[in-house]
């Protein structure tokens, strides 16, 4: 079967590929349950929204423009958990050795999150979590669809030893003596002084323009120390 009609070689090179994985289907992340031959040569996909882990499977055909090739993955970056005492957890694609996979998975996707344990400062560790824990978390949903509560909410409410995040790519966090930092993946980059300025380290000062852009950053003033 030409790869063009299904993006795959066959069957058995589909499950290879996305099964038991989080893919796109029509734009909204998907956990694909079983990949099916199907007698008309197309494989036939049981999928199930990552919104809802409790629907019901459909049964997609892996032509389906719907699926865009699986040229688009969920995004990844900084989302909210739902579980509020989990607060913000960064997720990021790792190279793992003679890997096949291509959809979203345990092994593929590392998640990190924030150990107020260890000083003022927290450090950021990896590992705590596995993305099988937080694929049905809404946050990871609200994260692909950039839903997040407003910077100038999260700053005006957020309290000491916990973590949220404005968008995929930026988190506040607020330290145990009250400062309120700006990450940028896995780097502070810069401090919040009051709920409507931020401070950019000057090593960082290459990324103002970025900040700026993002229509989720919604400060007037941005400055550099």
Known sequence: MPKSEFFWTDAQQAHDRINRTVICYDGQPYYVDNIEPNEDSIPRARIRPCSDQNAQTERKMLNSPKFKRFRDLPVLGWMNSVEPMT???HLSRRLVAGGRVHGLNSTNVLISNFDFSTGVIPTIRSGNYSFSN???DKGFCDSHNRKFP?????LANIKPGTSIAFSPLFCVVRAGDGLRWMYR??????IFTGVDTLNLISKYA?????????DLFTLNNLREF
């Open 206 to 214: 290459y990324l103002r323009e970025e900040i700026m852009n993002d």
């Open 150 to 154: 407003s910077l100038e909410k999260i």
């Open 87 to 89: 607060g913000a957890l």
């Open 185 to 190: 993946e896995t780097e502070r980059i810069g």
């Open 134 to 136: 937080v694929m049905f």
